[in-house]
């Protein structure tokens, strides 16, 4: 029977049977610590894991579910507080911001179902792909027409006449036609059948199991591929596929970060990780594109200043070196700005002997952000998960004569930004 172990960002991993297992250590077997190793060492892994010790890893800031060969699974929820941690909460987090990621609505009484029946995030993820795909069968999937080419005893279509001039004596009767047929075997429905087959073998929630089996049944007709994952950039986005739109991220997801079938060699099993920081920067530029009003506009990794200039000898011109990107920018045609930055950190608000957890690097960068994109005279924002040691905005920092630097809690369940003193500094914002 499948081992599903629960655990949350920074946790450790060890085989050492004798310690005692917390949502920050769990015990896994060593053929799924030596797994977890070679997963990490391959290109573009992200390096998700770090050695403590020859028999403990530790995570780093990254969430989602993990199973190997073996069959042992890992939950990797949020850390989304330092004191007593819930981890209904912790999933409820991680589904909404996956779907902000995703551009997608969050479905919330969905994600409470399966909360309720304390499933895993890969299992919310595939009813969320069925649930679609039911939608999509409801509503009548697309057709399209296939080239078919075949001998016959009667003409029908195109008569291959180059083809037919070969045919031999005794097979005379026979006619090679070419002739369209009106079929549902198109890309985008087969790449739906093969993410479609992935969770028929792989989902252990019986509600899931059994519309996976219903929807396979309809899809008869229609063929799995062999290999999807070359064929999914080719998914059409033209409007007649419009409501297609909404499946076609959980099925890009199933079929390449879950389905062991399309990984090789040692590394089969389940990798579905997401980077935490590059979730919670994505759900909270998609809540605040919400109460950004016109005519500002909220942009995302704005890259036109950069750090320096420096001389290019072959071609003898100044050269811009070492972009700078901040999360978000608040932008009102380029005369009127407010720098953003998130960070999926814990910080605590009375730590002041440890100036409150702040990265020294972050203020450096917000520093540069200020001069180059504010002129050095206006205001910047630092935002931070609200949790139990930081509940309220900061008084500013300054970081130059007229420079500003605010430090703001962003609710995690209410999607909304703290409000204080700084909102009289953003009246473009509303937080109602």
């Known amino acids: 029977m499948l081992k599903h172990i629960q655990v949350r960002e920074y946790a450790r991993l060890t085989t050492d049977t004798s310690v005692s297992p917390t949502i920050d250590v769990a015990i896994i077997k060593p053929d799924t610590f030596n797994w977890l190793v070679s997963l990490s060492e391959q290109p573009n892994s992200g390096r998700f894991i770090s050695f403590e010790k020859p028999d403990c890893l530790r995570l780093h800031s990254y969430v989602g579910y993990l199973q190997s060969p073996a069959g042992e699974g890992v939950e990797v929820l949020p850390k989304i507080s330092n004191s007593e941690y819930d981890p209904q909460k912790g999933r409820a987090v991680l589904c909404k911001m996956l779907c902000s990621a995703l551009h997608l609505p969050y479905k919330e009484a969905h994600a409470a179902q399966l909360t309720r029946m304390n499933l895993p995030i890969h299992e919310w993820i595939y009813h969320q792909f069925l649930t679609q795909l039911n939608k999509l069968v409801a509503s009548g999937l697309r057709f399209d027409y296939l080239r078919i080419e075949e001998e ?8 291959n006449v180059t083809a037919q001039q070969r045919q031999p004596a005794e ?3 026979l006619f090679h036609i070419r002739h369209d047929i009106y079929h549902p075997n198109r890309l ?7 993410a479609l087959d992935y969770i028929q ?4 929630s019986p509600e899931n199991w059994r519309l996976a089996n219903e929807l396979s049944h309809i899809l ?3 063929q799995s591929l062999t290999n999807p994952l070359n064929l999914m950039p080719r998914w059409s986005n033209s409007k007649a596929l419009d409501n297609y739109r909404d499946i076609k991220p959980w099925c890009e997801i199933i079929l390449e970060k879950m389905n062991p079938h399309f990984q090789k060699g040692l590394h089969r099993g389940i990798s579905l990780l997401f980077p935490m920081e590059r979730l919670f920067e994505e ?3 998609a809540c605040l594109k919400k109460m950004v009003t016109s005519p500002w506009q909220l942009k995302t990794q704005a890259s036109s200043k950069h750090m320096i200039e420096a001389r290019d000898k072959l071609s003898d011109t100044d050269k811009n070196r070492f972009y700078l990107k901040p999360d978000l920018l608040i932008d009102h045609r380029g005369e009127h700005r ?19 957890d702040l990265s ?3 203020i450096y960068q917000m520093f540069a952000y200020g001069h180059k994109y504010l002129s050095g005279n206006g205001d910047l924002v630092l935002i931070y998960p609200k949790h139990d040691k930081f509940t309220l905005p900061m008084p500013y920092f300054k970081l130059d004569s007229d420079l500003r630097l605010w430090v703001i809690p962003f609710c995690v369940e209410s999607n909304k930004l703290i409000s204080g003193e700084w909102m009289n500094h953003f009246l473009t914002l509303t937080l109602s």
């Open 201 to 204: 073998d792989n989902c252990r």
């Open 152 to 159: 016959s005893r009667f003409i029908r279509g195109q008569l």
């Open 188 to 194: 985008e429905n087969r790449l739906m059948k093969s």
């Open 171 to 173: 097979r005379a009767h």
């Open 283 to 285: 759900h909270v530029a």
């Open 220 to 222: 008869d007709p229609v």
């Open 338 to 356: 407010y720098v953003m930055d998130t960070k999926w950190k814990l910080i605590n608000s009375s730590n002041s002997q440890k100036n409150f």
């Open 360 to 362: 020294q690097s972050d």
